[in-house]
């Protein structure tokens, strides 16, 4: 063998030795405050957050498609105004992409994401929840989707294309 197809072999079986494992592939939340305050605008300061953004379908390796959805999901904890996540109206209906129930969040938010999968939550019916709409900061764009407060945590839900 030649030395460029001995180091095409070894580049390749290290790329194969140090790919991520499916549990890498879960764990891709941020609990960084400050990029989700940078990214939307958000009517409290926050005490922590854990948040992600995702696209559906989500790319699970392969060749890349097509992205129907760009989702930011964020489960946070506000110092401050939570009456700014409950002032919208809640008798709306929002489409739930089926990646929604991140592993990461909250039973109680992760189990009515999964309960509503691929269809539209009625926020009637989903205690504690509200249409919310707030803009991307760099952009100053609107997107819209819902919060949900329950036990001093909130559930921010929004479709960002």
Known sequence: MTGL???ILLAAAGLCVSGCSPQDKKLKASDDIKALQQLVDLPAEL??????MFGTPEYDGGVPGH?????????IE????????????NDKLIYI?????????S????????????ANINLTTAGGCHEYDTEIKGSGRKVSGFSCKKSGK???YLSMF
């Open 5 to 7: 197809t001995v180091a």
């Open 47 to 52: 005490k922590s957050a854990r948040w992600e």
């Open 67 to 75: 992205t129907d959805y760009m989702t930011l999901v964020a489960e």
């Open 78 to 89: 506000p110092l401050t105004h939570t009456d700014g996540f409950t002032r919208g109206t």
């Open 97 to 105: 992409v089926p990646e929604a129930a991140r592993p990461w969040l």
């Open 107 to 118: 039973n109680q938010f992760r189990t009515m994401l999964e309960k509503n999968r691929n």
């Open 154 to 156: 909130i559930l921010v």
